[in-house]
């Protein structure tokens, strides 16, 4: 099962992507691990990408869960995939790939987002990802999780979703 766990800066990607991935015991890839160098330096500098900025981004990512598809193996995947656009990209490299999207309001996210220490993701962003946000459409494949909630409700509905994606494929 390849799962992108999806949203706005300080929904919870890399903690609910993580504790997901331990739990189907696949390989956890944090999407900002790999963004170019350039790329962080915009954002900490305060400045928002743009499609072109993420375009490289998408693409290897998109390579590494083609890869993952590709080998059998699952993988779990944060990412903001903003744009419904974003998320075509990763569905084209693996048409399973199921999408995860967290939810959660702009104060709750500034506020996570502000209390983060050694991110490069500014709170002053958080408001560009809401303007971009296209939140998950019904004809996409996936789950959308509340995740204003505390971390542990989050990490349970997360992890029920998750469960219905492996009934689906079952079914």
Not at 110 to 126: D, E, K, S
Not at 158 to 170: L, S
């Amino acid at each position: 099962m390849i799962v992108v766990v999806v949203g706005v800066s300080g929904c919870g990607k890399s903690t609910v992507g993580a504790a997901v991935a331990e739990g189907l015991g696949t390989p956890f890839l944090e999407g900002d691990a790999v963004h170019p160098a350039a790329d962080v330096a915009k954002m900490r500098a305060g400045h928002p990408l743009t499609d072109a900025d993420r375009e490289p981004w998408l693409r290897l990512l998109a390579e590494r869960v083609h890869a993952a598809a590709g080998s059998g193996q699952g993988l779990v995947v944060a990412c903001s995939a903003l744009k419904r656009r974003y998320r075509e990209v990763l569905r084209a490299a693996a048409p399973d790939v199921r999408f995860l999207h967290l939810v959660l309001d702009r104060d709750t996210a500034r506020r996570r987002v502000a209390a983060r220490t050694g991110h490069f993701m500014p709170a002053a962003l958080v408001d560009s990802q809401f303007d971009d946000l296209e939140p998950l459409e019904p004809d996409e494949p996936g789950a959308t999780v509340d995740a204003a909630g505390d971390p542990g409700t989050t990490l349970a509905l997360a992890r029920a979703a998750v469960a219905r994606f492996g009934d689906e494929r079952t079914a």
